[in-house]
DNA sequence: ACGATTGCTACTAAAAGAGTAGCACTACGT
DNA sequence: ACGTAGTGCTACTCTTTTAGTAGCAATCGT
């Protein structure tokens, strides 16, 4: 189950999702994921390009063919997750549920 | 972005596919997924049932309605990766990658 | 009453992730 | 040539998540 090992870490599926367009530097894809720490992100490319779903050209990071491949099969997902998230939101009265706050706590300043 | 979120979180995925058939007790499930600490699987479930993907009944957990319905958008994903898995392993000749090591080092026995 | 099984919590340790600074390199204008 | 600005990325510290193990209260069968 290595594939879904992979897909299971943190901004894996996001970086995918946020190559579906065009080639993106470096820093513009840590900008379109909000600002990653360069350190996950860079471990995280590295992993898609070990598995041959992401590489690096003169342009920027991109999907390889298979890496497409990929983001095709997950593009349903990402429907249904919006269907589902609306009437989830619908359901409990709009407000965001407990789910996601445990997620990422707002760090301060530091 | 919750659901896959959500998704992102390790095991979750895991635990929907193995309650892809019957209905499964909390240690039934801990066994499937290869004993993960029930800690964790115990937060998994929380989130899970939270979601309203996963219920749990008298025969033990299983998939609500929604939760079978995202395991037939997950199907075609589990399909292509196990292609993927195939044609990588082929192509670097049978032994894994470098991708899957760094990720779970092999504990000691502790 | 007794042991076995179940769901689950409590606790500690290890790994992954977040956050920030900044280096080495290239491309540029002056 | 020199400073400036942009790039990919590493180094470091700190926080959060996950792993691992023990074991408790409740239920079940005998």
Redesign the pocket.
């Known amino acids: 189950m290595a594939l879904l090992d992979l897909l299971g870490?943190?901004?894996v599926q996001r970086i995918i999702w946020e190559l579906r367009g065009e080639a993106?530097?470096?820093?513009?894809?840590?900008a379109a994921c909000?600002?990653?720490?360069?350190?996950?992100?860079?471990?995280?490319?590295?992993d898609l390009r070990t598995a041959g779903l992401v590489e690096?050209t003169e342009d920027?990071?991109q999907l390889t063919a298979d890496g497409r491949s990929l983001l095709t099969i997950m593009l349903p997902l990402h429907e249904w997750a919006e269907r589902w998230a609306r009437h989830v939101s619908a359901e409990t009265g709009t407000a965001g549920r407990k789910t996601g706050t445990?997620?990422?706590?707002s760090?301060s300043?530091?």
Request: hydrophobic share 30%; glycine share 6%.
């Open positions: 870490r943190r901004w993106l530097s470096f820093r513009g894809l840590r909000d600002e990653v720490s360069p350190s996950v992100l860079n471990a995280r490319l590295t690096s920027g990071y445990r997620a990422r706590p760090r300043t530091r």
